[in-house]
Protein backbone atom coordinates (compact mmCIF):
# COMPACT_ATOMS: atom_id res chain seq x y z
CA UNK A 1 0.00 0.00 0.00
CA UNK A 2 0.88 3.81 -0.79
CA UNK A 3 -0.35 7.16 1.00
CA UNK A 4 0.18 10.31 -0.26
CA UNK A 5 -1.07 13.26 1.10
CA UNK A 6 -2.22 16.72 -0.67
CA UNK A 7 -3.27 20.42 0.15
CA UNK A 8 -5.20 23.24 -1.49
CA UNK A 9 -5.90 26.69 -0.97
CA UNK A 10 -7.28 29.28 -2.83
CA UNK A 11 -8.99 32.63 -2.22
CA UNK A 12 -12.46 33.57 -1.94
CA UNK A 13 -13.74 36.69 -4.08
CA UNK A 14 -16.67 37.89 -5.97
CA UNK A 15 -18.04 37.22 -9.44
CA UNK A 16 -16.77 33.02 -9.33
CA UNK A 17 -18.78 29.96 -9.04
CA UNK A 18 -17.97 28.12 -6.19
CA UNK A 19 -17.10 24.50 -7.35
CA UNK A 20 -15.71 21.42 -4.58
CA UNK A 21 -15.23 18.22 -5.68
CA UNK A 22 -17.27 18.97 -8.98
CA UNK A 23 -20.16 20.46 -7.23
CA UNK A 24 -21.03 24.02 -7.66
CA UNK A 25 -22.07 24.97 -4.44
CA UNK A 26 -24.58 28.43 -4.02
CA UNK A 27 -22.57 31.02 -2.54
CA UNK A 28 -22.18 34.85 -3.58
CA UNK A 29 -18.12 34.07 -3.67
CA UNK A 30 -16.03 31.74 -5.40
CA UNK A 31 -12.79 30.43 -5.55
CA UNK A 32 -10.41 32.54 -7.55
CA UNK A 33 -7.45 30.53 -9.69
CA UNK A 34 -6.63 29.70 -13.37
CA UNK A 35 -9.08 26.44 -13.54
CA UNK A 36 -12.37 26.22 -11.84
CA UNK A 37 -10.28 26.28 -8.47
CA UNK A 38 -11.22 23.46 -7.05
CA UNK A 39 -9.38 23.11 -3.95
CA UNK A 40 -10.96 19.49 -3.20
CA UNK A 41 -9.94 18.16 -6.52
CA UNK A 42 -6.78 20.13 -6.42
CA UNK A 43 -5.40 18.51 -2.91
CA UNK A 44 -6.83 15.14 -3.75
CA UNK A 45 -4.80 14.74 -7.06
CA UNK A 46 -1.76 16.10 -5.44
CA UNK A 47 -2.83 13.29 -2.90
CA UNK A 48 -2.94 10.73 -5.66
CA UNK A 49 0.37 11.79 -7.21
CA UNK A 50 2.42 12.09 -4.03
CA UNK A 51 1.17 8.58 -3.63
CA UNK A 52 2.48 6.76 -6.69
CA UNK A 53 5.86 9.63 -5.69
CA UNK A 54 4.38 10.80 -9.13
CA UNK A 55 5.11 15.09 -8.46
CA UNK A 56 2.57 17.11 -7.81
CA UNK A 57 -0.39 18.99 -9.90
CA UNK A 58 1.59 22.14 -10.58
CA UNK A 59 4.25 19.84 -12.53
CA UNK A 60 1.46 17.77 -14.03
CA UNK A 61 -0.38 20.61 -15.20
CA UNK A 62 1.46 23.95 -14.77
CA UNK A 63 -0.48 26.71 -13.71
CA UNK A 64 -1.00 29.31 -16.21
CA UNK A 65 -1.33 27.07 -19.35
CA UNK A 66 -3.72 28.71 -21.60
CA UNK A 67 -5.72 25.63 -22.65
CA UNK A 68 -6.97 25.20 -19.03
CA UNK A 69 -7.96 28.17 -18.32
CA UNK A 70 -11.50 27.35 -16.16
CA UNK A 71 -10.95 24.05 -16.93
CA UNK A 72 -12.98 21.53 -14.68
CA UNK A 73 -10.72 20.18 -11.84
CA UNK A 74 -12.54 16.93 -12.11
CA UNK A 75 -11.24 16.69 -15.98
CA UNK A 76 -7.82 17.67 -14.54
CA UNK A 77 -8.59 14.91 -11.43
CA UNK A 78 -9.33 12.15 -14.44
CA UNK A 79 -6.36 12.48 -16.58
CA UNK A 80 -3.96 12.66 -13.27
CA UNK A 81 -5.73 8.92 -12.07
CA UNK A 82 -5.39 7.86 -15.83
CA UNK A 83 -1.63 8.06 -15.76
CA UNK A 84 -1.72 6.03 -12.05
CA UNK A 85 -4.59 3.40 -13.35
CA UNK A 86 -2.18 3.38 -16.52
CA UNK A 87 0.58 2.23 -13.90
CA UNK A 88 -1.60 -0.23 -12.71
CA UNK A 89 -2.68 1.46 -9.33
CA UNK A 90 -5.88 0.80 -7.38
CA UNK A 91 -7.03 3.70 -5.07
CA UNK A 92 -7.93 1.66 -2.02
CA UNK A 93 -9.29 4.85 -0.45
CA UNK A 94 -9.39 8.46 -0.40
CA UNK A 95 -10.33 10.64 2.81
CA UNK A 96 -10.82 14.60 2.15
CA UNK A 97 -11.73 17.43 4.56
CA UNK A 98 -12.58 20.77 3.79
CA UNK A 99 -11.82 23.90 5.70
CA UNK A 100 -14.51 26.72 5.19
CA UNK A 101 -15.89 29.20 7.40
CA UNK A 102 -18.87 29.50 5.29
CA UNK A 103 -20.78 28.31 3.26
CA UNK A 104 -22.10 25.07 5.06
CA UNK A 105 -21.21 22.58 2.89
CA UNK A 106 -22.58 19.74 4.91
CA UNK A 107 -25.41 18.99 2.43
CA UNK A 108 -23.28 18.92 -0.46
CA UNK A 109 -20.96 16.12 0.84
CA UNK A 110 -22.76 13.40 -0.88
CA UNK A 111 -22.39 14.73 -4.43
CA UNK A 112 -18.98 15.46 -4.24
CA UNK A 113 -18.39 11.82 -2.67
CA UNK A 114 -20.20 11.13 -5.94
CA UNK A 115 -18.17 12.97 -8.15
CA UNK A 116 -14.71 11.23 -6.89
CA UNK A 117 -15.68 7.89 -6.70
CA UNK A 118 -17.25 8.18 -10.43
CA UNK A 119 -13.76 9.61 -11.49
CA UNK A 120 -11.68 7.31 -9.57
CA UNK A 121 -14.30 4.55 -10.63
CA UNK A 122 -14.46 3.16 -7.20
CA UNK A 123 -17.58 2.41 -4.50
CA UNK A 124 -18.31 5.41 -2.72
CA UNK A 125 -17.20 3.61 0.46
CA UNK A 126 -13.94 4.10 -0.65
CA UNK A 127 -14.59 7.48 -1.10
CA UNK A 128 -14.48 10.48 2.00
CA UNK A 129 -14.92 14.06 2.27
CA UNK A 130 -15.79 16.04 5.13
CA UNK A 131 -16.10 19.53 6.07
CA UNK A 132 -14.93 21.71 9.06
CA UNK A 133 -14.48 25.39 10.26
CA UNK A 134 -11.47 27.47 11.57
CA UNK A 135 -14.46 28.39 14.36
CA UNK A 136 -13.54 32.31 13.46
CA UNK A 137 -9.93 32.24 13.69
CA UNK A 138 -7.04 33.02 11.12
CA UNK A 139 -7.84 33.57 7.64
CA UNK A 140 -9.71 30.79 7.17
CA UNK A 141 -11.62 31.78 9.74
CA UNK A 142 -12.14 35.22 8.05
CA UNK A 143 -13.57 33.71 5.04
CA UNK A 144 -10.42 35.14 2.75
CA UNK A 145 -10.32 31.39 1.39
CA UNK A 146 -10.83 27.74 1.30
CA UNK A 147 -8.34 24.93 2.11
CA UNK A 148 -8.38 21.64 1.56
CA UNK A 149 -6.48 18.14 2.89
CA UNK A 150 -6.30 15.12 1.21
CA UNK A 151 -4.93 11.56 1.91
CA UNK A 152 -4.93 8.58 -0.34
CA UNK A 153 -3.91 5.30 0.01
CA UNK A 154 -3.20 2.96 -3.43
CA UNK A 155 -2.53 -0.42 -3.85
CA UNK A 156 1.31 -0.76 -5.13
CA UNK A 157 0.82 -2.78 -8.73
CA UNK A 158 4.27 -4.12 -7.38
CA UNK A 159 2.47 -5.75 -4.75
CA UNK A 160 -0.85 -7.03 -6.75
CA UNK A 161 -0.43 -10.30 -8.42
MG1 LIG B 1 -5.28 24.64 -6.45
Known sequence: ???GVGWDVHRLVPGR??????VTVP?????????????????LIDALLGAAAGGDIGRRF??????????S???????????LKARGYRVLNVDATLLAEAPRLAPHLPGMVANLAGVLEVG??????KATTAKGMGWIGAGEGIAC????????PADLP
Open 17 to 22: PLVLGG
Open 62 to 71: GVDDPARAGA
Open 124 to 129: MDRVSV
Open 1 to 3: MRV
Open 27 to 43: FPQGLEGHSDADALCHA
Open 73 to 83: SLVLLQEAWGT
Open 149 to 156: IAVAALAD
